[in-house]
Structures are given as C-alpha cells and as structure tokens.
C-alpha cells in the first residue's frame, strides 16, 4: 500500500531547461510535504517543503507546488544544472492513526543532460 | 555546526553475526528515526525514538532487530543473526520536534553488506 508515489523512476532534461519532478499521495492526512535530495554513497539532504495551508513555495531556482485536491505535488527546478543529477525524494508526513507518519516515495533519478 | 552522523559508513559481516550501527543526532535534536533503503527501493522508516523511549516501531522487523536511544550517548540500532537479506544502507535521521509537520535531517547512512 504506497501511500506516497513517484510514478516516474527517472527523468532526463538538458541543462538549462526546467525539471519537474511529480508526486502523488492518497492520504488526506498528509499535512506537510517534503523533497529531498540523494548523491550516491549519501544521506538524503532536505531541500524544500510546503505545509498544507500553502499551495505554492520558492526557495531560489526550487519550487514545490501543491494541488490538495488532486492530492498531488510537484517540485520545479530552473534552470537545471548538472549539479541537480541526483535521486529525488518525495516525503508526506501527517497524523496516520495515533501517530505522526512521514511517508517517503519511492524516488525519482534526475539526470541533468550537457 | 556537526550534522548527524553516523558510525561506521561500511560494514561488513558475515551470516550469524551482529551489526550495529550508531547514529549521533543533530546538536539540539532528541528525536530519531531510523530507515532502510534496499537497492533500487525507496526510503523505508524502521523505527521513531525519543530519548529513552521508542515511540514507533511499526517498521521494524519483528526478530533480530532492536533500536535503543539512551540518555547518553548515540542511539544504536542492533541487527542480531544476520542475513543476506538484511544486506541494505541504514540512514538515521533527526528532527528538534516530533516528526509531524517537522523537518528530518539525515546522516551519511551505513552501508551493511552481509556476506
């Protein structure tokens, strides 16, 4: 039962253009989301997040855009560099039953082209 | 401005053996929260401590693993009998609050190969 899907296991985008990484999620319990960012051979580095009361956040070239409705959320990256090739994580986190969850997707391999 | 870490990055034992693994939380942190990332798989929370207290283990397999987080010193994750299976990289995470609507910080991770 994946609570919290990335349907795309990877993604490759030329340099310079946009990469946008997409997250699915089915519990509404969810309340705070989370992106995270993997190198080989690391821990995963938090790189941006967005609370529910918010549908859009920016933090330099990342963004996270959030569609409660459709129980969905994407991350933005422009314009890609070659420093952005890297796992990417997709995390929701909530109340689930008696405790608080943080759920992480499966993640998405981003490959950033030359 | 130490992030988390963790004790040893690599290790290797062979079936029938212990591992543990040590995870030092951030300065100011007393939560953590254990993974597990199997090849090609995505992160898989194994167990949420406080100091002294497991509060979550609801991923933790239910033999051979055990997770403590003592008043002093680094909370210890314990895998007794292992297998092949068990082979995996084991990443803890700390957060200052409890987990909801928290941000987690991550360690290195330990690499476990079981041969």
């Known amino acids: 039962d994946q609570q919290v899907k990335q349907n795309s296991p990877s993604l490759s985008v030329q340099e310079g253009r946009i990469s946008i990484l997409n997250c699915d999620y089915t519990?509404?319990?969810?309340?705070?989301f989370l992106w995270y960012k993997k190198y080989p051979a690391e821990g995963p580095t938090f790189l941006i997040s967005i609370s529910s009361i918010k549908d859009k956040n920016e933090d330099g070239r990342f963004t996270v855009f959030l569609n409660k409705s459709a129980k969905h959320l994407s991350l933005h990256i422009v314009p890609s560099q070659p420093g952005d090739s890297a796992v990417y994580f997709c995390a929701a986190s909530g109340r689930i039953g008696r405790d608080d969850k943080i759920i992480f997707g499966k993640g998405t391999r981003l490959h950033i082209l030359p | 401005n130490a992030g988390v870490m963790q004790n040893p990055r690599h290790l290797v034992r062979r079936r029938g053996q212990e591992a543990r693994l040590r995870c030092s939380p951030m300065?100011?942190?007393?939560?953590v929260y254990w993974y597990r990332q199997l090849p090609e798989e995505g992160l898989k929370f194994m167990v949420y401590l406080q100091k002294e207290n497991i509060i979550d283990e609801s991923g933790m397999p239910k033999e051979r693993f055990s997770a403590e987080f003592p008043k002093e010193g680094p909370s210890i994750l314990r895998i007794q009998q292992v297998v092949r299976g068990d082979s995996a990289a084991y990443f803890c995470?700390?957060?200052?609050?409890?987990?909801?609507?928290?941000?987690?910080?991550f360690g290195p991770g330990t690499r476990l190969l079981v041969l």
């Open positions: 519990n509404s319990m969810f309340d705070y």
């Open positions: 300065k100011g942190h007393s939560h």
């Open positions: 995470a700390s957060s200052r609050l409890r987990q909801g609507g928290e941000t987690q910080y």
